[in-house]
């Protein structure tokens, strides 16, 4: 893992999490398969191998680019732009 200059980016402190779900799938009756928290705002999306993929639509979006696994015992991050872990 190497750092990404869009980490150097995120607020510090890590933002509080709107959520514990993702809205977006819970708003349309579907479920997330993994979340994802956006470390920019705090926003709470489900993954790709979701049917919905909200975080990436949230990037696609906002332009949020790094965002962290939001599963218990996980910590990685993924940044869009890059396509990488950080």
Do not use: K, N, Y
């Amino acid at each position: 893992m190497s750092e990404c200059p869009h980490v150097a980016e995120l607020p510090h402190p890590e933002p509080v999490p709107l959520d514990r779900t993702c809205p977006d799938c819970l708003a349309v009756g579907s479920h997330p398969v993994q979340l994802r928290l956006c470390l920019i705002c705090g926003m709470v999306g489900c993954c790709d191998s979701s049917p919905l993929r909200h975080a990436t639509a949230h990037f696609t979006q906002t332009g949020h680019s790094v965002m962290r696994s939001f599963e218990p015992g996980e910590t990685w991050r993924w940044c869009f732009v890059d396509g990488s872990i950080v």
